[in-house]
């Protein structure tokens, strides 16, 4: 912060993003200690693109990715003096986001469920890369699939029921671990493990038909095609 704060003197909006305005800061009407927020806004605000990259894919149909973001870093800030030392900020911060995109989506009772939206900001080759490719054959569907087109990924990817897409999501393209995305969702590991071979299984199937109907995959020649 470029000033001192009083006890009562309102924190001025925040713009992050590469210029794109989240809003006004979800804490500018707390009452704190200027050592609370600078450290509050030290340690959150560098997860703020990613944790609006998930709120765009979460966001239900009438719930706006702004105002998941916004939320969640009023929940966060209000529960931030609670948090213990060396707790998983990225972890809890994304367990917060997921709750309040299932509170905006009616579905408080159901965790685990979302209704993914596809947008062109979202890294679809994330997903083709990270699908396991068994076999013999392993480095021509590799090549193949790195030819297909970001909305393949993206059609491949609304193939995938809610709950297995959401863990899909969580760890391909943010990196987390199944203990990590149970505790964020409020399910069992068991149950991420299971849905995330299932979910990676289906798109290999679905990727390589794709790859195969445009012609970039030809087992009858043993080739992949790349014009």
């Given at each position: 912060?470029?000033?001192?704060?009083?006890?009562?003197?309102?924190v001025?909006?925040?713009?992050?993003?590469?210029?794109?305005?989240?809003?006004?800061?979800?804490i500018?009407?707390?009452?704190?200690?200027?050592?609370?927020?600078?450290?509050?806004?030290?340690?959150?605000m560098?997860f703020?693109?990613?944790?609006h990259?998930?709120?765009?894919?979460?966001?239900?149909?009438?719930?706006?990715?702004?105002?998941l973001?916004?939320?969640?870093?009023?929940?966060?800030?209000?529960?931030?003096?609670?948090?213990p030392?060396?707790?998983?900020?990225?972890?809890?911060?994304?367990?917060?986001?997921?709750?309040?995109?299932l509170?905006?989506a009616?579905?408080?009772?159901?965790?685990?469920?979302?209704?993914?939206?596809?947008?062109?900001?979202?890294?679809?080759?994330?997903?083709?890369?990270?699908?396991?490719i068994?076999?013999?054959?392993?480095?021509?569907?590799?090549q193949?699939?790195?030819?297909?087109?970001?909305?393949?990924?993206?059609?491949?990817?609304?193939?995938?029921?809610?709950?297995?897409r959401?863990?899909?999501?969580?760890?391909?393209?943010?990196?987390?671990?199944?203990?990590?995305?149970?505790?964020?969702?409020?399910?069992?590991?068991?149950?991420?493990?299971?849905?995330?071979?299932?979910g990676?299984?289906?798109?290999?199937?679905?990727?390589?038909?794709?790859a195969?109907?445009?012609?970039?995959?030809?087992?009858?020649?043993?080739?992949?095609?790349?014009?």
């Open positions: 912060m470029n000033r001192s704060l009083s006890r009562t003197e309102p001025a909006p925040i713009r992050h993003m590469d210029g794109m305005d989240v809003g006004s800061s979800p500018e009407w707390a009452v704190c200690e200027e050592s609370t927020l600078t450290r509050f806004e030290r340690q959150t560098p703020l693109g990613r944790l990259a998930a709120a765009t894919q979460m966001a239900s149909a009438h719930a706006d990715p702004d105002e973001v916004q939320q969640t870093y009023l929940q966060a800030f209000e529960a931030f003096e609670l948090l030392e060396g707790a998983g900020l990225k972890v809890w911060l994304f367990r917060i986001l997921a709750r309040t995109a509170d905006a009616g579905q408080g009772n159901r965790p685990g469920d979302f209704v993914l939206q596809p947008t062109a900001q979202s890294s679809q080759g994330v997903f083709a890369e990270r699908v396991p068994p076999g013999e054959h392993a480095a021509r569907v590799t193949a699939l790195d030819l297909l087109r970001d909305e393949d990924v993206s059609a491949a990817l609304q193939c995938l029921t809610d709950e297995v959401i863990v899909v999501y969580l760890a391909d393209a943010e990196d987390f671990t199944p203990a990590d995305i149970a505790e964020i969702l409020g399910i069992f590991p068991g149950s991420v493990r299971s849905r995330l071979r299932h990676r299984n289906l798109l290999l199937e679905i990727l390589t038909a794709a195969q109907r445009q012609g970039l995959l030809d087992w009858r020649h043993d080739r992949v095609h790349t014009n």
